[in-house]
């Protein structure tokens, strides 16, 4: 399993950049980037990319309603060009209906559609088709004026099964998230399943999975910061069906439950010392090193570490004990 970084808040954009250059420095080959309501991807994997002389570069993920797939093109051919020749990956998911609906004003219907369209409709652009008619994603005449220079693999960011057989069948990888190593082997079947439909999966086919870490040697410390930083997390509905799904049932109940009525409290005490070790690597090195140990034997091949702590000096630290 090779080990990436995948920097995000609380610093900054600038000190993001510089996390990612100071991995590369300690040999880290990869950096996967995320968007949520931070950095905007494109900008902050052009700057990566002019700051790097080595790294390849993913994202994980951007929301397939957010963006047509000849705005995904045209950020992903800037991106590879600053890259000149290395590897950008980029990774569509369906994210949340709050992030859709509340936060950008689109329709967070049918997901699974909207993955789907925006995948082919973002290769069909990147391979010189001018056209790619989808139920939710659509171009006409378009031709990408700023061409990739590098390899671009496209990945589908998924939790649950449907997602995951999607993956399977059109992606060349997979973007995971807040998982048990427990359910890795479930989600492997599940992309499995969906890879049946061209033939099997592929050999280069990358498995790649966000760990959100907190190293500390008072492990109830670091949990705490999981639970108050997560919490909220689980209680939208995708992440909360996952953590059902995950065998945590009665604790996604909780959560929702506290979450509908704004105690905060109620979500963090649903979020148990089991949710978070099983979520999450939190307390000494060795442990965090050991789980990531059960993660590569679950079948993850690419580790992006999100090391959470409160500056760019504490994340690179972090980064280079776990190398």
């Not at 936060?103 to 001018?130: C, M, N, Y």
Request: hydrophobic share 45%; aromatic share 6%; proline share 6%.
């Amino acid at each position: 399993m090779r080990l990436a970084v995948s920097p995000t808040i609380p610093v900054g954009a600038g000190h993001l950049v510089e996390v990612c250059r100071r991995a590369e420095d300690m040999g880290y080959e990869w950096a996967w980037l995320s968007e949520v309501a931070g950095p905007e991807a494109f900008s902050l994997a052009g700057a990566v990319a002019t700051a790097t002389k080595r790294m390849d570069i993913g994202v994980a993920v951007v929301a397939a309603a957010t963006r047509t797939p000849a705005l995904n093109a045209m950020g992903i051919g800037t991106v590879s060009q600053l890259l000149d020749g290395r590897t950008f990956a980029y990774g569509i998911g369906s994210s949340s209906e709050v992030i859709v609906e509340q936060w950008h004003g689109k329709i967070f219907a049918s997901p699974l559609g909207q993955v789907r369209d925006a995948v082919l409709g973002t290769r069909a652009s990147l391979e010189g088709d001018p056209e790619y008619l989808g139920a939710s994603a659509s171009m006409r005449r378009f031709r990408l004026g700023s061409p990739p220079l590098g390899p671009v693999p496209l990945y589908v960011g998924a939790l649950g099964p449907r997602m995951l057989a999607l993956a399977g069948e059109i992606a060349d990888g997979v973007c995971l998230n807040l998982m048990p190593p427990a359910a890795v082997p479930r989600q492997l079947a599940e992309i499995a399943r969906g890879a049946e439909l061209r033939g099997g999966i592929p050999e280069d086919f990358d498995v790649m999975a966000r760990f959100h870490l907190v190293v500390d040697d008072d492990i109830d410390a670091a949990r705490a910061v999981i639970r108050h930083t997560f919490g909220p997390y689980f209680a939208q509905p995708v992440y909360n069906r996952f953590l059902a799904w995950c065998g945590f049932p009665k604790e996604a109940e909780a959560i929702l439950s506290g979450f509908a009525t704004r105690d905060r409290d109620a979500v963090a005490a649903a979020m148990t010392d089991d949710v978070v070790d099983a979520v999450s690597l939190v307390g000494p090195l060795e442990r965090v090193q050991q789980r990531l140990t059960e993660f590569a034997d679950a079948g993850v091949t690419t580790a992006a570490l999100n090391v959470i702590a409160s500056s760019a000096e504490e994340i690179a630290g972090v980064l280079g004990d776990l190398r």
